[in-house]
């Protein structure tokens, strides 16, 4: 029988460590940006908003065709009183009888050109093409973002995937220590205070570890949901992932920034919307010129029969009262341009200054990284050191676990230090435009 529940437990052992397994999912930087890319909420609104500006620009060049209406009426009259007055009756002396008028039937067919209307048309299809080329601008500048948050928190899930391997095997260290020093205590070789010295640190590391696993498990939901996966899933990254990264072209200065950057460039295209905009608010001081034809048939029964009445001719409209209030529009329209050059000189100031701390920030990454390379061994051969000197009865066990906490430190830094070099690098990409040069967007 305690055969048997041992087998029952091998095999739901078995089946939850498949099941643990199957929820594991490994994710290279590359396609987690690019499953960003095609399920994130923000970027599909950005497209869907490129896409509404294409449509507006096509309406607006539909105004460059003919207006083209038809309409056709079927009227029945109801008895009318009518007079019908000529000369013969009035020499005669005599009134003829008036005819009966039951119903009507008219049928139209009106065209209409636009030939002139103060440039209005030409400058408002020139706005609607910048206004649709600055949206495909921000739709670009939000897959630079998304890009940059996927790479913020893949980072980040990766730090903290490390600090917890690290940790698991530092606490089985720890683990293995207290044993050992339970065991001397019990023979009276260490006092009782070095085992309990050994067992809070195994305290401290178990607290450390638990946090770690916390800050894990809330990454990992934040990436998952961000790329619309299950937020179950374990995403499991490895090293290689981020080591692969080439870091070619670190700009010295920020005119790639100035050149490449697409929220930038979408300001510059509302900017010439906007001065077009004048010119579309300038227009109303102008009159409108058309082209006008027409086909009319009509029969009034028992009065009149028209029938192929065909007529063409031009158009002329003038809106005087728009000589003394157009000018209100004009006013507004070159306020709303000085606002968009405004904004575009405030984004270019504050561009130059996430470039110079993205520069910066990287430097001081990479100074990092070397720096806790070469703590790591210093580390490694101070644990080494103190722990022949503690077996051989020349230091004591606050020392040794002293080097231990600090070999553990160095570690941990020399990973977390690795990954934020790849980190600033990317954010120097994002801030300068280039990050999305980075993957293939051809791959969307």
Do not use: C
Request: glycine fraction near 2%; charged fraction near 25%.
């Amino acid at each position: 029988m305690k055969a048997n529940h041992l087998l029952l437990f091998g095999f739901l052992f078995l089946g939850i460590s498949t099941a643990e397994a199957q929820e594991k999912k490994s994710l290279t930087l590359d396609e987690a940006i690019h499953l960003a890319w095609e399920k994130s909420n923000e970027v599909n609104l950005a497209n869907a908003k490129v896409t509404t500006k294409k449509y507006e620009l096509q309406s607006v060049k539909n105004n460059r065709y003919p207006d083209l209406k038809a309409s056709a009426q079927y009227q029945r009259l109801t008895k009318a009183s009518i007079d019908l007055k000529n000369n013969s009756s009035d020499e005669s002396g005599s009134d003829n009888k008036a005819p009966n008028v039951d119903q009507l039937v008219l049928g139209q067919i009106n065209a209409t050109l636009p030939i002139f209307s103060g440039f209005k048309l030409q400058n408002s299809i020139k706005v609607s093409d910048n206004l649709y080329k600055a949206e495909a601008a921000n739709a670009m500048q939000t897959k630079e973002e998304t890009a940059m948050e996927v790479i913020n928190y893949y980072v980040a899930l990766y730090k903290a995937q490390k600090t917890v391997e690290l940790l698991n095997e530092n606490y089985k260290s720890a683990e293995q220590r207290v044993k050992d020093f339970t065991e001397l205590e019990k023979n009276e070789i260490v006092p009782k205070n070095d085992l309990l010295k050994t067992q809070l640190q195994l305290s401290k590391v178990q607290l450390s570890l638990d946090q770690a696993k916390s800050d894990l498990n809330v990454t990992n939901y934040k990436l998952a949901s961000l790329l619309k996966l299950n937020p179950e899933i374990e995403i499991d990254i490895q090293e290689s992932d981020l080591a692969a990264f080439e870091r070619n072209n670190i700009p010295t200065d920020e005119n790639p920034a100035l050149e490449n950057r697409k929220d930038l460039e979408a300001l510059r295209f509302q900017e010439k919307a906007s001065l077009e905009n004048i010119k579309v608010a300038r227009s109303g001081y102008y009159p409108s010129l058309s082209l006008i034809a027409g086909y009319t048939t009509l029969d009034l029964k028992n009065v009149v029969t028209v029938q192929n009445a065909m007529n063409f001719g031009i158009g002329l409209s003038y809106n005087i009262s728009d000589i003394f209030k157009n000018g209100t529009e004009v006013k507004v329209a070159k306020s709303k341009a000085a606002e968009v050059q405004n904004s575009e000189m405030m984004l270019t100031d504050y561009i130059k200054i996430q470039v110079q701390q993205a520069l910066e920030d990287y430097d001081l990454a990479v100074k990092q990284n070397a720096v806790y390379s070469e703590a790591v061994e210093q580390a490694t051969e101070n644990y080494r050191i103190l722990k022949d000197k503690y077996d051989n009865g020349l230091s004591d066990t606050n020392d040794l676990l002293e080097a231990d906490v600090e070999q553990l430190s160095a570690t941990i830094n020399k990973a977390v230090a690795k990954a934020n070099v790849i980190q600033k690098y990317y954010s120097v990409l994002a801030v300068t435009g280039q990050l999305t040069q980075t993957f293939n967007l051809s791959k969307i």
